[in-house]
């Protein structure tokens, strides 16, 4: 099956300490993106890449970093820095940047 | 820059009544258009687009939506709901041109999401 798969679905960190949130896609599409959902305010757009190697700041990049060293793979790192952590974390792709996206099942992750 | 906005936060309706989502934008160029649904903890899944062509587009569950440019719209309509379509609506759009390096390009704006609750 084609498809975007995010691990894990629920993650529980200490504060300070910072996490990574996988994401793989197996659809052959260049650009892959990161949102933050918290609810009553949409979706928000934290990095985005257009291809491999390749990464731009989106709204709210502050806090989180990420890597894009493969085509199938963007993982996310919520940092320390990240003031408010706690969120629904969806990830998406495209065939390139402007077409339909696509959305993982995505990962809750909660700071204790 | 471009916004979207979702006039209603929540909407409940009973089983086999009509039902609208509101979605309006902002933007002085032309856009592509986007319902996504989502339901509780899972992620989006794309309901319908609007890319160009006919401004009234369909789903495969009867959904459809009409661009209307003149008033910049985008509502989501159905004649009669199942309880089934309990799940969350966001509209999206994308700028066009897509111009390379532009702050806009490629990304896609999210309106702030509708809960549609079908009540039996």
């Known amino acids: 099956d084609g498809g975007i798969t995010q691990s894990p679905k629920y993650l529980f960190r200490k504060e300070g300490q910072n996490v990574t949130l996988s994401c793989e896609q197996n659809?052959?599409?260049?650009?892959m993106y990161w949102y933050r959902q918290d609810p009553g305010q949409g979706l928000r757009l934290i990095y985005y890449s257009q291809i491999v190697n390749d990464f731009q700041k989106g709204d709210i990049a502050e806090g989180y970093s990420v890597s894009r060293e493969k085509k199938e793979s963007f993982p996310l790192t919520v940092t320390s820095a990240q003031k408010n952590p706690t969120a629904f974390y969806l990830c998406?792709?495209?065939?390139?940047?402007?077409?339909?996206?696509?959305f993982g099942p995505g990962t809750r992750l909660t700071v204790l | 820059a471009q916004s979207v906005t979702q006039l209603d936060s929540q909407v409940p309706v009973f089983e086999e009544a009509p039902v609208e989502l509101r979605c309006n934008y902002s933007?002085?160029?032309?856009?592509?258009l986007f319902w996504y649904v989502q339901y509780p903890n899972q992620g989006l899944q794309l309901l319908l687009k609007y890319l160009s062509g006919s401004t009234l587009v369909e789903s495969i569950n009867g959904f459809e939506a009409e661009f209307n440019k003149s008033q910049t719209s985008f509502h989501l309509r159905k004649p009669s709901v199942h309880i089934s379509d309990t799940a969350e609506y966001f509209c999206?759009?994308?700028?066009?041109?897509?111009?390379?390096?532009?702050?806009?390009?490629?990304?896609?704006?999210f309106g702030q999401g509708t809960i549609l609750t079908v009540h039996p």
């Open positions: 999206a759009v994308i700028l066009l041109p897509l111009r390379a390096g532009g702050t806009s390009y490629g990304k896609l704006t």
């Open positions: 998406a792709s495209s065939i390139t940047l402007g077409n339909e996206q696509f």
């Open positions: 933007s002085s160029v032309s856009v592509y």
């Open positions: 659809l052959n599409h260049d650009a």
